[in-house]
């Protein structure tokens, strides 16, 4: 048994000392003790735990080590939580922390990377000072191939663990979930089945079992028993590979050639659901079910097909590209999926959001670009950006808003001349995309919108505490930043700070709610609407700034008083709803208005 001795080691190293005797001793009845109580180790007996206990490490890690890093050689052994806790969590390709899973007091975690043998899956850092106990992988084979029902525990637990709070995370996350009734994410698989499910009797021969396939032109038939239930799979590759290649007779009975278990889903599950399985289990073929029983057959195929019209695909075709030209006729495409998404009867604000999540890709390519050509940046920085596009609020491509924060107390000239060349690039490989320059200027090529973290803390400081009329109308667009690539954690000590000034700045709110009932509806004196009298717009209403302005001041105004950390206005008004800061019943009808007149700005 190893032991770490915490007084002699500094508290910002992880801990690994020497093994105390290897006879029994108080430290290892201790530990066995703690197995006791952890599953699935209570299974084994006192002298398989003082064995288990005898090949155990103790390793001390302080508060936000990075154990395990996602990408790197796989961990060699598997990690049981003594004290402490850990969080298990992964980066998109813009860089936004997911996290899948915590770990706590006699909970796994490393099982599934240790078992691939190639790579760590996902990032695993202590959210406090922790203690872990390590088993080496040797051992945990042993202990798996000894004991069937705890290599079922294990597996099935981390599986069940991983698959439930991966999807619940993505479907919380990617924007393309919602009322989208024909998208990848949103179809049920019942709405996408394109075959139905062959079948036949185990004792079928494989001669009539591939006859059966090829008259119903399917890639699969389904081996099910007495009570209707599917036992086993035959796809026309098994007929090759396992016949055909083999010789084998074509009166053998057809359950010798068929693969179990069978994968299956309801058929009013998500089509996400179905793709999960197939990844998980690296099949081409899902069997849909109606209440258990056979009912279609879900191919890869068909999924790629439909990811081929979705803005998931656009995303990976975006991600793929290696130059600027590359790029700018790519993202052409984009302009193909406004339309396509209102046939389809998306949610104007899920329409919005999506069409965010394609800019994001797009930008943090752009950004991946500019490090091809100028290197790596010499400090840390997080790229956001502001206004419509901070709020995930874009109907299509609008000006460019964004800033630049950097790692405070590190200037110098050469910092100064790497991000001056940075954000050029960025700006003028955005215009060459469609994404017109800001005629506001407020761009992190300005250089007043590229600076350090302290910087910037005084601007907010400077605007929440003096609360000047034109300085708070200039700052607005700054009220609704969001972070898309780079260090995330500058934009979350700079949120952290602007709420904190928040909380004593009533005459700010003050100021701040007369410049967001400056816009007033535009009704007239008899309920008609007020348009424009002259100009290239007589005699139409400006819906962006007299429809939705209205309600996006209104919500920023609700949102910065609450607390609130959402950006997006209708993610705004919910937070609202749900911390009861106001009447529901008038949130709701400004979430309802918001939807109808960002709809109409998207249809006009």
Same mark, same amino acid.
């Given at each position: 048994?190893?032991?770490?001795?915490?007084?002699?080691?500094?508290?910002?190293?992880?801990?690994?000392?020497?093994?105390?005797?290897?006879?029994?001793?108080?430290?290892?009845?201790?530990?066995?003790?703690?197995?006791?109580?952890?599953?699935? +180790?209570?299974?084994?007996?006192?002298?398989?735990?003082?064995?288990?206990?005898?090949?155990?490490?103790?390793?001390? +890690?302080?508060?936000?080590?990075? /154990? $395990?890093?996602?990408?790197?050689?796989?961990?060699?052994?598997?990690?049981?939580?003594?004290?402490?806790?850990?969080?298990?969590?992964?980066?998109?390709?813009?860089?936004?922390?997911? /996290?899948?899973?915590?770990?706590?007091?006699?909970?796994?975690?490393?099982? #599934?990377?240790?078992?691939?043998?190639?790579?760590?899956?996902?990032?695993?850092?202590?959210?406090?000072?922790?203690?872990?106990?390590? $088993?080496?992988?040797?051992?945990?084979?042993? !202990?798996?191939?000894?004991?069937?029902?705890? @290599?079922?525990?294990?597996?099935?637990?981390?599986?069940?663990?991983?698959?439930?709070?991966?999807?619940?995370? #993505?479907?919380?996350?990617?924007?393309?979930?919602?009322?989208?009734?024909? !998208?990848?994410?949103?179809?049920?698989?019942?709405?996408?089945?394109?075959?139905?499910?062959?079948?036949?009797?185990?004792?079928?021969?494989?001669?009539?079992?591939?006859?059966?396939?090829?008259? @119903?032109?399917?890639?699969?038939?389904?081996?099910?028993?007495?009570? %209707?239930? &599917?036992?086993?799979?035959?796809?026309?590759?098994?007929?090759?590979?396992?016949?055909?290649?083999? %010789?084998?007779?074509?009166?053998?009975?057809?359950?010798?050639?068929?693969?179990?278990?069978?994968?299956?889903?309801?058929?009013?599950?998500?089509?996400?659901?179905?793709?999960?399985?197939?990844?998980?289990?690296?099949?081409?073929?899902?069997?849909?079910?109606?209440?258990?029983?056979?009912?279609?057959?879900?191919?890869?195929?068909?999924?790629?097909?439909?990811? %081929?019209?979705?803005?998931?695909?656009?995303?990976?075709?975006?991600?793929?590209?290696?130059?600027?030209?590359?790029?700018?006729?790519? =993202?052409?495409?984009?302009?193909?999926?406004?339309?396509? !998404?209102?046939?389809?009867?998306?949610? @104007?604000?899920?329409?919005?959001?999506? /069409?965010?999540? /394609?800019?994001?890709?797009?930008?943090?390519?752009?950004?991946? !670009? &500019?490090?091809?050509?100028?290197?790596?940046?010499?400090?840390?920085?997080?790229?956001?950006?502001?206004?419509?596009?901070?709020?995930?609020? =874009?109907?299509?491509?609008?000006? =460019?808003?964004?800033?630049?924060?950097?790692?405070?107390?590190?200037?110098?000239?050469?910092?100064?001349?790497?991000?001056?060349?940075?954000?050029?690039?960025?700006?003028?490989?955005?215009?060459?995309?469609?994404?017109?320059?800001?005629?506001?200027?407020?761009?992190?090529?300005?250089?007043?919108?590229?600076?350090?973290?302290?910087?910037?803390?005084?601007?907010?400081?400077?605007?929440?505490?003096?609360?000047?009329?034109?300085? *708070?109308?200039?700052?607005?667009?700054?009220?609704?930043?969001?972070?898309?690539?780079?260090?995330?954690?500058?934009?979350?000590?700079?949120?952290?700070?602007?709420?904190?000034?928040?909380?004593?700045?009533?005459? +700010?709110?003050? *100021? $701040?709610?007369?410049?967001?009932?400056?816009?007033?509806?535009?009704?007239?004196?008899?309920?008609?609407?007020?348009?424009?009298?002259?100009?290239?717009?007589?005699?139409?209403?400006?819906?962006?700034?007299?429809?939705?302005?209205?309600?996006?001041?209104?919500?920023?105004?609700?949102? $910065?008083?609450?607390?609130?950390?959402?950006?997006?206005?209708?993610?705004?008004?919910?937070?609202?709803?749900?911390?009861?800061?106001?009447?529901?019943?008038?949130?709701?009808?400004?979430?309802?208005?918001?939807?109808?007149?960002?709809?109409?700005?998207?249809?006009?």
């Amino acid at each position: 048994m190893w032991v770490t001795s915490l007084a002699e080691k500094p508290m910002l190293e992880s801990a690994r000392i020497t093994p105390v005797a290897s006879s029994q001793s108080p430290v290892t009845d201790s530990v066995i003790a703690f197995l006791k109580n952890v599953p699935p +180790f209570q299974f084994l007996s006192a002298s398989e735990l003082a064995k288990l206990a005898g090949s155990m490490t103790l390793e001390y +890690f302080p508060r936000n080590t990075l /154990i $395990l890093s996602a990408g790197r050689k796989a961990p060699e052994s598997l990690y049981v939580v003594n004290k402490g806790g850990v969080k298990l969590a992964l980066r998109t390709q813009v860089g936004k922390e997911l /996290i899948l899973d915590m770990r706590s007091e006699g909970e796994l975690f490393g099982l #599934l990377s240790m078992m691939g043998g190639d790579v760590t899956r996902l990032d695993v850092t202590t959210l406090e000072d922790t203690l872990c106990y390590t $088993l080496p992988a040797p051992e945990v084979q042993q !202990l798996i191939s000894r004991h069937a029902e705890i @290599a079922d525990y294990l597996l099935r637990t981390s599986v069940t663990r991983y698959m439930d709070r991966t999807l619940n995370e #993505l479907r919380s996350q990617i924007s393309l979930m919602g009322d989208t009734e024909r !998208l990848l994410y949103a179809l049920s698989v019942r709405d996408v089945v394109r075959e139905q499910a062959v079948t036949c009797e185990p004792r079928t021969t494989v001669r009539d079992a591939a006859r059966l396939v090829r008259e @119903a032109g399917s890639t699969a038939l389904f081996v099910v028993n007495g009570q %209707g239930q &599917a036992v086993g799979i035959v796809t026309d590759k098994d007929f090759t590979d396992r016949v055909v290649a083999r %010789g084998l007779l074509l009166d053998l009975p057809v359950e010798q050639i068929m693969s179990q278990p069978v994968i299956a889903v309801e058929g009013d599950q998500r089509v996400f659901e179905a793709l999960l399985a197939m990844l998980t289990h690296d099949i081409h073929h899902v069997l849909v079910t109606d209440q258990g029983r056979p009912g279609g057959v879900l191919t890869s195929h068909d999924l790629m097909l439909l990811q %081929g019209k979705s803005p998931l695909a656009l995303a990976r075709h975006l991600e793929q590209q290696r130059s600027l030209d590359d790029l700018v006729t790519a =993202q052409k495409r984009i302009s193909d999926l406004l339309p396509l !998404l209102l046939r389809e009867g998306a949610k @104007a604000s899920h329409i919005t959001r999506v /069409i965010a999540e /394609i800019n994001d890709r797009l930008m943090s390519k752009i950004i991946e !670009l &500019a490090h091809a050509k100028l290197g790596p940046a010499p400090v840390p920085y997080c790229w956001v950006v502001l206004g419509s596009e901070g709020r995930q609020e =874009q109907t299509f491509k609008t000006d =460019q808003d964004n800033a630049l924060i950097l790692a405070s107390g590190i200037e110098n000239g050469t910092t100064t001349e790497y991000f001056a060349q940075f954000t050029g690039f960025t700006h003028d490989a955005l215009e060459k995309c469609g994404y017109p320059p800001c005629t506001g200027n407020y761009m992190a090529s300005n250089s007043r919108w590229r600076q350090s973290l302290g910087v910037w803390k005084n601007y907010f400081r400077s605007w929440i505490t003096q609360a000047e009329l034109h300085s *708070v109308e200039d700052a607005l667009i700054l009220f609704d930043m969001r972070a898309v690539a780079g260090e995330f954690s500058l934009f979350e000590e700079l949120r952290a700070h602007t709420r904190h000034l928040l909380r004593e700045a009533g005459f +700010f709110k003050s *100021v $701040l709610a007369h410049v967001s009932v400056e816009h007033r509806p535009p009704l007239g004196f008899f309920r008609t609407f007020v348009v424009e009298r002259t100009g290239n717009h007589r005699d139409e209403l400006d819906v962006k700034m007299l429809g939705t302005g209205p309600i996006v001041n209104a919500a920023r105004l609700f949102a $910065l008083d609450a607390g609130v950390t959402e950006t997006n206005t209708i993610s705004r008004l919910s937070a609202l709803e749900a911390s009861g800061y106001c009447d529901p019943a008038l949130l709701n009808e400004l979430q309802q208005a918001f939807e109808f007149l960002t709809l109409l700005r998207l249809e006009h």
